[in-house]
């Protein structure tokens, strides 16, 4: 047996209050929940002919149920336990930690034209041609499912399955083995973690397979590599050809999101399928509360995903406009946030004064009557029921007061379409959902099931004092919603969606994220039969696509777009093809000034938007790279004081800390952007620095010369100022020195400044945003 090596760690994110101490309810101590655990793997005794043997073993009460073993991303197991028996687990000799899993939620045709991705011989379609439409590369995405049946998912064309694959596509009755086929050619579904919690799964309203009863994988799947298909539209909107950043990339689901989320143990068995059955790129638009990666799974499963050089980009989380909401924020994850392209769907309200207020719909059934104008209410007024009324929950509208009225409800509790049908059910016409204040000017469409249109926080407002003072003056308001229906070309775009979660990082401050930002807003893409466009269970309308919103529609364009980058590169580590999307990414709009965020309308930063908009044409030749390695890694964790068994229940073996003095400080990562963090403590002058590598993947002999862009009031030097290279792949080293004077804060405030560091050899722009962060501390 090794030596002992003992750490037990309960991660604080459940609702119980026993999944951070015990309680002093026995009972209540006492109920068995999911916990992980990491394992020492190499010493399992040769008496277990398998480690599940082994593991199982471990488990003495017969209670405890073993849920999934894991040895390919992760070493461990997972299993229902009771704290009292997990605290007995971690003093096994070959237990390196014990953790509770989190409860995951979802970050719920034209972005492959916006993206400069048409099919087509001209220099824009370059990216698709150079990798055939990566067509031996394999997309795995973690989400609800997939509907298999949708043309999205077709493989005319396609060769055969890669030799390299070894996944399979796991049959049931509603999802038969014609359901995959040479593009959809892996399905598998994880329910063990979600049915321990919550007991066995209701087969009536969700399907034991990897069948998508929800629509947002089916959704993210097609964003990321759907095949061609015209015609695509919703309901007669965004109509035109739908097709997914890589429409010859192989796919293969991985469903772990049931109808009360997506469980830790579940997703970490994902992975560990994902990667051994030979996927390149592992898509994940889910996230949860942030923590030390020791404790995230996530974290985990991607650093083992990454480890065996498959490329994992996760969504940056829907908590925005708000800072430190970002969430799957690990240095070796690509976290993507979401910003606008260039179409939308006006449907302006015209009130009775003569104004006309702007907003967005999806709507497309039995309109309002041309020309007639309707009483128009808020549901928040005093003939309403209050609070509940003004957000229109469930019931809280008198039929009385509503009927046959366009009704003003706020934004928040319940969903955006679910108070479009309460609305309805009370008698309503149509509905006018008002942002507030937190949400800002953002809007999304929403195909909602009365004739509706969402306004931002202003309007609603301005809206909301039109109706007081026509009631002050005995004149009822009136207003209607006139249906625009498709626009395209629209200026400014791209802008940073009001609702992509923004910096700075919340667990590690040095490390910029997010790092991107790819469509979001509004995205085209397959849907199931059996979930109406609205998501309401009452809609029963069809469609083959619909329209949603959320940075898990960013998330797969950069999934699509990495596995093209790979299918061109194969040689290049998924640090790699982040670096080549970071360092060209843009931050001008299509008016050619600094995008702007849609929640205020003001310039947005980097904290908004990491590097900037991905732009595929450029990705595919960046010149220089910053690469990492897993050792790389190693020495950010021990700069980031993380225990060795920290490190190991991350990594996978044990840590060498020595080589982590040489990196410096966490700011050292070889990462393609710079942010510094001053803590004040009264001095008047602080400096830091960063060392980088790059690796030339240009032109053999060419020499980059740099252009310096300091944040305002700082002094930024780079040394050398001039990197010559004689060979592709050759690496040079440059020094950043960062030199900052204090700004007066108040105690516990803070100030952020940007700028950036442009490497140039006349036909390559590398560019790496840099962030300088000034806190005084309480």
């Not at 946030?337 to 449907?347: C, E, H, K, Q, Y």
């Amino acid at each position: 047996m090794s030596s002992l090596l003992l750490l037990f760690f309960l991660l604080c994110t459940t609702t119980s209050p026993s999944s951070s101490s015990p309680s002093t309810n026995k009972n209540e101590a006492e109920t068995p929940k999911t916990f992980i655990i990491k394992v020492q793997y190499d010493a399992k005794p040769s008496i277990f002919p398998t480690h599940k043997h082994w593991y199982e073993s471990s488990l003495s009460s017969a209670s405890a149920t073993l849920l999934h073993t894991y040895d390919t991303v992760f070493h461990g197991f997972s299993a229902k336990l009771t704290p009292s028996e997990a605290l007995r687990l971690k003093t096994l000799p070959h237990v390196l930690a014990v953790f509770s899993e989190q409860v995951r939620h979802l970050h719920t045709t034209r972005s492959p034209q916006f993206l400069g991705l048409k099919s087509s011989s001209d220099s824009a379609g370059l990216l698709l041609k150079e990798s055939d439409f990566g067509s031996d590369l394999v997309i795995g995405v973690i989400d609800t499912g997939v509907w298999p049946e949708r043309q999205s998912f077709n493989d005319r064309d396609l060769g055969p399955v890669p030799r390299k694959w070894k996944g399979q596509c796991v049959t049931t009755n509603d999802f038969p083995a014609t359901s995959c086929n040479r593009k959809l050619i892996g399905a598998r579904f994880f329910s063990q973690g979600y049915e321990s919690t919550n007991g066995k799964m209701n087969e009536t309203t969700e399907f034991r397979s990897p069948r998508d009863s929800d629509g947002h994988g089916t959704h993210t799947a097609s964003i990321a590599a759907g095949r061609y298909v015209s015609p695509a539209s919703t309901l007669g909107y965004a109509s035109g050809v739908a097709a997914g950043m890589a429409p010859k990339a192989r796919l293969a689901v991985y469903k772990v999101c049931w109808n009360a989320g997506c469980y830790d143990s579940d997703i970490l068995a994902a992975f560990d399928s994902a990667v051994s059955d030979g996927v390149d790129v592992v898509s994940l638009s889910v996230g949860g509360v942030v923590v030390p990666y020791f404790l995230d799974a996530i974290a985990i499963a991607a650093f083992g995903a990454s480890d065996h050089g498959v490329f994992v980009s996760a969504s940056a989380g829907n908590g925005g406009p708000g800072g430190l909401t970002v969430t799957n924020v690990a240095p070796w994850v690509t976290t993507v946030g979401a910003g606008t392209i260039d179409r939308d769907f006006p449907a302006d309200v015209h009130l009775g004064n003569g104004k006309i207020i702007p907003g967005v719909s999806v709507y497309s059934g039995p309109g309002l009557k041309k020309d007639q104008m309707y009483s128009l209410v808020y549901a928040g007024s005093e003939s309403g029921d209050g609070y509940s009324a003004s957000l229109c929950l469930e019931g809280s509208l008198d039929p009385a007061f509503v009927r046959g009225k366009i009704v003003v409800c706020d934004r928040g509790i319940n969903s955006r379409p679910a108070k479009g049908e309460v609305v309805k059910k009370a008698g309503g016409v149509g509905m006018i959902l008002a942002n507030g204040v937190f949400d800002g000017e953002g809007l999304v469409a929403d195909c909602h099931v009365l004739p509706a249109t969402s306004v931002g926080a202003a309007s609603g407002d301005e809206i909301r004092k039109y109706i007081m003072s026509a009631e002050k003056s005995k004149s009822p308001a009136t207003a209607t919603i006139v249906f625009k229906g498709t626009r395209v070309n629209v200026r400014p775009a791209p802008v940073v969606a009001s609702f992509s979660a923004r910096g700075p990082n919340p667990e590690t401050p040095e490390i910029l994220k997010p790092d991107v930002i790819a469509p979001g807003l509004n995205i085209l893409a397959a849907w199931p039969d059996k979930v109406g466009p609205s998501g309401i269970p009452t809609d029963k309308r069809k469609t083959e696509f619909n329209i949603l919103s959320g940075t898990s529609m960013a998330c797969p364009h950069v999934s699509g777009l990495a596995a093209l980058l790979k299918a061109a590169h194969p040689d290049w580590s998924p640090a790699a093809i982040r670096s080549a999307l970071m360092t060209t990414a843009y931050t001008v709009d299509n008016r050619g000034e600094t995008m702007i965020d849609e929640s205020t309308g003001n310039t947005s930063t980097a904290l908004d938007f990491g590097a900037g908009h991905v732009h595929p044409q450029k990705a595919m030749n960046p010149g220089l790279i910053y690469d990492l390695t897993s050792y790389d890694y190693v020495n950010f964790l021990c700069n980031s004081n993380y225990t060795v068994n920290n490190i190991q229940v991350i990594t996978r073996r044990k840590a060498d800390c020595s080589g982590a003095t040489r990196a410096g400080h966490v700011g050292n990562l070889n990462y393609p952007s710079l942010s510094a963090v001053f803590q004040q403590y009264g001095k008047h002058k602080m400096s830091t620095h960063f060392i980088r590598t790059v690796t030339n993947v240009g032109d053999p002999n060419s020499a980059y010369k740099v252009t310096i862009r300091p944040p305002s009031g700082m002094t930024v030097t780079v040394q050398p100022e001039k990197l010559v290279f004689r060979r592709v792949g050759q690496k040079l080293n440059f020094l950043v020195r960062v030199e900052a004077t204090a700004v007066k804060l108040s105690p516990g405030s803070s100030s952020m400044k940007s700028g950036k560091i442009v490497w140039s050899d006349g036909k390559h722009n590398v560019t790496s945003p840099i962030v300088v962060t000034m806190q005084q501390p309480l």
